[in-house]
């Protein structure tokens, strides 16, 4: 049987860790400072590590989809997180996990389909590519996120002076999630952005995933009030943007994603999921998200 193995990536400032289990991404750490920046997991506060979401953002409603004449049963954020990636290739700085769908992954997603996530480290940057492709004579219809969680905080500053600052002034405000499932019928809420931040306080964030629709912004960067560490996150066009911690909570989860979890009101009917990407037969879809340490 394969086991789980971590690798690591490094340039003259970073040091990047990840794993073939979820092709996850386990480490950033600035080997100026001695600094790590991702929570690195607490089996009872959130013990989950960043995680690549794919086919699915998020829950279902009932955990289950309506698709071709049949239900299918899927859990939160998909189900990459609990696969062995074969590593495609590796060097010093980069390395390529890749993913075939198998007879098990068609059970509960009937796609056939690749996925490579390469993780490539320069200077002070991560970049994370992700290419999709579509084995399949039909379209098919995805979700793909990214989530990361960052300690807080990252120098000698307090929490309350961390804050998330957009690069655009947002339209619209966020929406606060209801038992894991969001309604975009309510009213967003415009009063959390102050100035294009978002700061990490009670106010903000009382326990409940935030999330941004229809984003015009393509970067975010967490930063503080006290000294210039922080991380810059270049996500591009991605349409939808959750953000989510609690009161006391020495984390924040920022997750730019093509899709949301469902609504409320949602009849699991997947094609009428919101936020899919529709990638024709025998596509590809390509993205890349670039980390930026300082």
Request: aromatic residues 14%; contains cysteine.
């Amino acid at each position: 049987m394969e086991e789980n193995q971590v690798y690591h990536l490094e340039s003259e400032f970073i040091r990047v860790s990840v794993s073939s289990l979820g092709a996850g991404l386990l480490s950033i750490f600035d080997l100026e400072s001695n600094v790590e920046y991702l929570w690195q997991g607490h089996p009872t506060l959130h013990p989950w590590k960043p995680q690549i979401q794919f086919p699915i953002v998020g829950k279902l409603k009932d955990d289950q989809y309506w698709l071709g004449r049949k239900y299918y049963r899927m859990q939160k954020d998909g189900y990459l997180k609990e696969l062995l990636f074969e590593v495609k290739n590796q060097r010093r700085d980069r390395i390529t996990f890749v993913h075939t769908n198998t007879n098990d992954t068609e059970l509960i997603f009937p796609f056939r389909y690749s996925i490579e996530i390469t993780y490539m480290v320069y200077g002070p940057k991560l970049t994370v590519s992700f290419v999709i492709k579509n084995l399949d004579k039909k379209e098919m219809f995805f979700s793909l996120g990214f989530g990361p969680t960052f300690n807080l905080p990252l120098g000698y500053e307090s929490v309350e002076d961390c804050f998330i600052e957009l690069d655009r002034e947002e339209e619209r405000g966020a929406y606060f999630l209801e038992n894991d499932l969001v309604n975009f019928h309510d009213a967003d809420n415009k009063k959390i952005m102050n100035n294009r931040r978002i700061f990490v306080n009670q106010e903000n964030f009382r326990g409940e995933e935030m999330v941004f629709k229809d984003i015009i912004s393509s970067n975010v960067t967490l930063k503080n009030l006290v000294n210039e560490k922080s991380v810059n996150i270049d996500f591009g066009n991605i349409p939808y943007l959750s953000i989510w911690t609690y009161p006391g909570a020495k984390f924040v989860r920022i997750s730019p994603a093509f899709g949301v979890t469902d609504a409320l009101d949602s009849n699991n009917d997947f094609y009428m999921k919101e936020g899919l990407v529709d990638l024709e037969q025998e596509k590809t879809f390509k993205h890349e998200i670039v980390f930026h340490i300082r």
